[in-house]
């Protein structure tokens, strides 16, 4: 099995907080992910998928589709917008890595499945300090 990495970067704005609750229950709770003006990150994206290499052409999957899906089914979308307003995949959700993350494999797994590959891990770093991974 072999297990093939993409990078890539974005800059979002987001706020993590529940609307029922007051400002000052959010900030206890999200701390400074919770201001009520937002503030952005630099995150970055790690997209991981595994397989055989193909006997036509030894790849796991081609790395300039799977660039190319990430583009087109992230990227394109978060890259300098606010991740609570802008983003399809994110409403209705409180917007934590986690909660991305999961939200990033669930928009990426059929179309690394349709290229014949399988999505084993989505890992997003907020900051130099904090990351996430999910393997579904
Ligand atoms: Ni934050």
Known sequence: MIYLTRRE???????????????????????????????????????????????????????????QIIKEKI???????????????????ICTTETLAVSIWNELKSEIEKEGAILHCVKIEETENNSIEYYG
């Open 9 to 67: 970067r974005f800059s979002a704005a987001h706020r993590m907080y529940r609307v029922e609750w007051s400002d000052e229950k959010n900030s206890e709770v999200f701390g400074k992910c919770s201001n009520p003006n937002w503030h952005g990150h630099n995150y970055i994206l790690f997209i991981t998928v595994k397989g055989e290499p193909s006997g036509e052409n030894g790849f796991v999957m081609n790395i300039n589709v799977l660039k």
């Open 75 to 93: 990227i394109d979308k978060v890259d300098h917008k606010n991740l609570n307003m802008d983003v399809d995949f994110m409403k209705g959700k």
